[in-house]
């Protein structure tokens, strides 16, 4: 039997939580310059200061998820402005539970569950929202509930290897 191999990419878009860090921290440099400019010498020091923490905050906000997939086992990669590369999770097909689109039904029983840890490795798009899928997987005795964008390629294979834990209704 042959190996199967997948690799997707999935660009993040930004929250509005993005949107109002960067704002503010474009608004904070702009005061803080014109301020040291204007109205006293000593404002240079934090003007200087935020614009080097702007260049290291503001390429984490370009975040691409990648996802690998090779016989059963899915990781998640995490891209930071197409140059720095982080694992975020591995997970094997035998320590999933269930996985069902996020808006199954199929998925009640977790709903109420207070210790799952809930992972995003989505998009965030909400034109993309039909093709998030949930897993429920079983880590060191604890659920996490992760949410990702799989292809179909990837998702037919997973229901081949698992038909019973993984769902497309």
């Known amino acids: 039997m042959s190996d199967l191999y997948l690799e997707e990419m999935v660009k993040r878009r930004w929250t509005a939580k993005d949107k109002a860090i960067r704002t503010i921290l474009m608004v904070l440099t702009v005061l ?3 301020g040291a400019f204007f109205v ?5 020091f934090p003007a200087i200061a935020i614009c080097v923490a702007d260049i290291f905050i503001f390429p984490r906000f370009n975040v691409e998820w990648e996802y690998q997939y090779v ?9 930071i402005n197409k140059a720095k590369r982080k694992r975020k999770g591995s997970f ?6 269930i996985m069902a689109p996020a808006s ?4 009640d029983y977790y709903k109420n569950n207070q210790q799952m840890k809930e992972v995003n490795y989505t998009s965030n798009d909400p034109e993309r929202a039909k093709m998030v899928y949930a897993m429920i997987v079983s880590d060191e005795g604890t659920l996490k509930r992760i949410l990702f ?3 179909e390629h990837m998702r037919r294979d997973m229901r081949a290897r698992a038909p019973r834990k ?3 209704d």
Do not use: A, Q, T
Not at 71 to 79: C, F, M, P, S
Not at 104 to 107: E, K
């Open 40 to 44: 006293h010498y000593i404002l240079v």
């Open 166 to 168: 993984v769902f497309e």
């Open 149 to 151: 964008e799989p292809s």
């Open 104 to 107: 199954s039904h199929r998925l």
């Open 32 to 34: 803080l310059i014109i």
């Open 92 to 97: 094997d097909l035998d320590n999933v539970e």
């Open 71 to 79: 016989n059963g086992e899915l990781d998640v990669d995490r891209i």
